[in-house]
T-cell receptor
Framework: DTEVTQTPKHLVMGMTNKKSLKCEQH?????MYWYKQKAKKPPELMFV???????INESVPSRFSPECPNSSLLNLHLHALQPEDSALYLC???????????????FGPGTRLTVL | AQTVTQSQPEMSVQEAETVTLSCTYD???????LFWYKQPPSRQMILVIR??????QNATENRFSVNFQKAAKSFSLKISDSQLGDAAMYFC?????????FGAGTRLTVKP
């Protein structure tokens, strides 16, 4: 199983809503990532978890709140978002932070978020 | 900070022909990894090819090969015998330790 799954595939929410994005992998990976990707742009790193601890936070606004409840699951809690937060949110995972290039990063299909 | 530059926003190639996508990067590190990822329209991002900076030999994966010039900090991707399924957004990426940085991407069109 080399799959990273993300739910939901699409999400439309108002600026006052609270919603969550979910990411799951069963490859035993201990590094998990959230990226934000605007149309025709590269993915931008948001958060990195290593062994269920937040390792990197790229100065993301507090209206995005990540959570890693266990080694297989990564959530992104959303609250009071703005229309400019509309984007594709990608999850990725990797075995760990070791430098082996064959420690490949696997991406999920993404959640397409629209904030009205 | 590491930056990755892809100077070709769009490229086009005739089916069965060869195309080269350019990538340059900036780093002061000597040990790092470089990748090319492919993202087809509305589909998942997948790894095409990888290169370790400490290896002088250029990586190859079937029809995909790279020209890695460490001193010039250049990492181009050559696609031989292009196929319609190669049409996608291609991202060059640099990784050191925990995180990965992507270039702006090159949109490749394959003409039948």
């Amino acid at each position: 199983d080399t799959e990273v799954t993300q739910t939901p595939k699409h999400l439309v929410m108002g600026m006052t809503n609270k919603k969550s994005l979910k990411c799951e992998q069963h490859m035993g990976h201990r590094a998990m990532y959230w990226y934000k990707q605007k149309a025709k742009k590269p993915p931008e790193l948001m958060f990195v978890y290593s062994y269920e601890k937040l390792s990197i936070n790229e100065s993301v606004p507090s209206r995005f709140s990540p959570e890693c409840p266990n080694s297989s699951l990564l959530n992104l809690h959303l609250h009071a978002l703005q229309p400019e937060d509309s984007a594709l949110y990608l999850c990725a995972s990797r075995r760990d932070f070791s430098g082996d290039s064959y420690n490949e990063q696997f991406f999920g299909p993404g959640t397409r978020l629209t904030v009205l | 900070a590491q930056t990755v530059t892809q100077s070709q926003p769009e490229m086009s190639v005739q089916e069965a022909e060869t195309v080269t996508l350019s990538c340059t990067y900036d780093t002061s590190e000597s040990d790092y990894y470089l990748f090319w990822y492919k993202q087809p329209p509305s589909r998942q991002m997948i790894l095409v090819i990888r290169q370790e900076a400490y290896k002088q030999q250029n990586a190859t994966e079937n029809r995909f090969s790279v020209n890695f010039q460490k001193a010039a900090k250049s990492f181009s991707l050559k696609i031989s015998d292009s196929q319609l399924g190669d049409a996608a957004m291609y991202f060059c990426a640099y990784r050191r330790a925990g995180d990965m940085r992507f270039g702006a991407g090159t949109r490749l069109t394959v003409k039948p």
